[in-house]
């Protein structure tokens, strides 16, 4: 399954909505999850199954999507959201679990 | 507490071998399959490797197969990952993970990661 997500960055002001899409290249319904990682972290799992909130996740973060289509919205930019986003694919046999590219957001 | 801790990793020649460990605690470890990604610098997250929760099971992403060998001890509560005829491409940060109990086979728990590192 091949991913492509984007943009690859984005610079935003605290307090912006941003949006960061990802494509599959076939239909995985809500096999999608969405991780944050900040520089020299772990990742961090924010959502999971396309649209439901991780444990402990603001709830400025959201998922929607299906098929093939996906976008993770974060409605309030803070700042300790400045990190890079990746979406990962659960649905493949073998499990592979692809992740896209990422998407780095940076202070404006 | 759920925690991930990884170890093992260091400097290694091209060609040689090297054996990572991951500690779980915190959880019933053998409820759980678990994944190694790894993470090259400055890039992206890849998959390396798979295993199922009782360890009968086991996937490999393509550039490690025949290589790289993963195998878990649910009575010590440990991953491991065995790797072979080591490449600088396969330098990276190495990362476990646990497979959630949600259904969709999301990772929510990862470790700190341990760096491998493929130099003469």
């Known amino acids: 399954i091949q991913m492509t997500q984007s943009p690859s960055s984005l610079s935003a002001s605290v307090g912006d909505r941003v949006t960061i899409t990802c494509r599959t290249s076939?239909?995985?319904?809500?096999?999608l999850n969405w991780y944050q990682q900040r520089p020299g972290k772990a990742p961090n799992l924010l959502i999971y199954?396309?649209?439901s909130l991780q444990t402990g996740v603001p709830s400025r973060f959201s998922g929607s999507g299906s098929g093939t289509d996906f976008t993770l919205t974060i409605s309030s930019l803070q700042p300790e959201d400045f990190a890079t986003y990746y979406c990962?694919?659960?649905?493949?046999?073998?499990?592979?679990?692809?992740f896209g590219q990422g998407t780095k957001v940076e202070i404006k | 507490e759920v925690q991930l801790v990884e170890s093992g990793g260091g400097l290694v020649q091209p060609g040689g071998s090297l054996r990572l460990s991951c500690a779980a605690s915190?959880?019933?470890?053998?409820?759980?399959?678990m994944h190694w990604v790894r993470q090259a610098p400055g890039k992206g997250l890849e998959y390396v490797s798979a295993?199922?929760?009782?360890?009968?099971?086991?996937y490999f992403t393509h550039s490690v197969r025949g290589r790289f060998t993963i195998s878990r001890d649910n009575s010590k509560n440990t991953l491991y990952l065995q790797m072979g005829s080591l490449r600088a491409e396969d330098m990276a940060v190495y990362y476990c993970?646990?497979?959630?109990?949600?259904?969709?086979?999301?990772?929510?728990?990862w470790g700190q990661g341990t760096l491998v590192t493929v130099s003469s």
């Open positions: 295993i199922s929760a009782n360890g009968g099971s086991t």
């Open positions: 915190g959880f019933t470890f053998s409820d759980h399959p």
């Open positions: 990962q694919e659960s649905y493949s046999t073998p499990p592979e679990r692809t």
């Open positions: 993970a646990r497979v959630s109990t949600s259904g969709y086979y999301d990772f929510d728990y």
């Open positions: 076939q239909n995985i319904g809500r096999y």
């Open positions: 199954g396309a649209s």
